[in-house]
Every structure is written in C-alpha cells, then in structure tokens.
C-alpha cells in the first residue's frame, strides 16, 4: 500500500475490503488497521492541540463557542 493518509487507506478498494473483514482479535496484528490507527490517533492529538492550546488563545473560543 503506497498511501500514507487516512483518507489515502479508505480511498484505497482493497485496504477498505480488508478493513471490513478484519475479525478484532487479528486487528494487533494487521499492518494496514495499526497504520490507519495510528494515523487517526495522530489527527486526535493534532486537533486537541489545535482547539486547547493556551498560547494561542483558542482555547477560550472553544471552551466558550465549541460544540463537543
């Protein structure tokens, strides 16, 4: 699988297929589930920076507009 991107896995017919039919207790071991996991946990961590960063003040706009 050539793609490094969330988007770029779903995008991606057979990595989706083999998604679909990965029974849980083989997802441990299963290249294409650990690299989409790790992908999204990494868009997570970027978004909790983003929205809760005290320096850049946004934080207050997310606490006082943000809908969670």
Not at 37 to 61: A, K, N, Q, V
Request: glycine share 6%.
């Amino acid at each position: 699988m050539g793609s490094t991107t969330f988007v770029g896995i779903l995008s991606d017919a057979n990595a989706r297929t083999r998604l679909e039919e990965l029974k849980e207790a083989d997802a441990d071991e299963d290249k294409v589930y650990q690299q989409a996991r790790e992908l999204s946990h990494s868009f997570r961590d970027g978004l909790l920076e983003f929205f809760f960063d005290t320096e850049s003040e946004i934080d207050d706009l997310t606490k006082n507009y943000g809908v969670f």
